[in-house]
């Protein structure tokens, strides 16, 4: 029975060693990674059959140079994330339970379920519109992720706290970034249910910013003051 007792007990402790071991981490993003490369190759594939179906020789007119604008945005949207999937750092504290980490997958990769649908023709202002959005939020999360290193999270964990930069107004500014940059990719997909998934991305991504700040809270005392400092989202409206 001590034998057993100990035996188990080992176990238990090998699997914690394993859940905190940069292999884990790793394993644990393989799945978005992979998905968002999937949608990815597929923008890019997209992309080149729609040149390839353009009238030769090609040539750039208002309308097709803000398509190709607009789905280049996405493009590189897709490639950013991909990226900030990769250089995130290993975390110092999770989220305990299950629903914390489904919340944060479905924010994750929603939103790129948007992309598989069919696209609505755009006009010319829809399509500078979306692109002009992407951007915007391209840049903003480019400033967000500089100022947080490789402190990016996934799931619902803590890493280290930032408070400069972007962060010394908002609390969330990637996540307000990755809103703006989605409304633009809505634009090109302007659809109910696409409009569905915008709705249901939103709601989850509030539902998953509470649950990261319960993680930072528990893990830097000093969270609750900068709390009270600066706006969730938006500087003097929320």
């Known amino acids: 029975m001590v034998e057993e007792s100990l035996t188990a007990g080992e176990a238990g402790g090998a699997l914690a060693a394993f859940r905190s071991s940069r292999t884990y981490d790793t394993l644990m993003r393989l799945p978005i990674l992979i998905y968002n490369g999937y949608i990815l190759v597929g ?4 992309l080149a059959a729609w040149i390839a179906g353009q009238p ?14 607009s789905r280049v945005a996405l493009i590189l ?29 479905a924010g994750a990769t929603l ?28 840049y903003v999360s480019i400033v967000a992720v500089m100022s947080l290193g490789r402190s990016l999270s996934i799931m ?14 908002v609390r969330h500014p990637l996540y307000a970034a990755e809103e703006i940059a989605i409304l633009g990719v809505w634009l090109q997909f302007m659809s109910w249910p696409a409009t569905a998934i915008l ?40």
């Open 77 to 105: 949207f897709l490639a950013l994330l991909m990226a900030f999937h990769l250089v995130r750092r290993r975390p110092v504290a999770k989220a305990r339970g299950l629903l914390p980490r489904l919340v944060a997958l």
């Open 111 to 138: 939103t790129l379920a948007m992309i598989l649908l069919d696209r609505t023709p755009g006009s010319i202002a829809v399509n500078i519109a979306s692109a002009a959005l992407i951007l915007i939020g391209n």
């Open 199 to 238: 709705v249901g991305h939103f709601i989850i991504q509030l539902w998953r910013l509470s649950f990261e700040e319960a993680v930072l809270r528990e893990s830097f005392p000093e969270y609750d003051a900068y709390a009270r400092q600066t706006a969730r989202l938006i500087p003097g409206v929320y």
């Open 156 to 169: 619902p964990e803590a890493r280290r706290l930032v408070t400069s930069g972007p962060y010394r107004f």
């Open 43 to 46: 923008e890019i594939r997209g």
């Open 56 to 69: 030769a020789p090609f040539a750039l007119t208002p309308a097709t140079a803000t398509v190709l604008a």
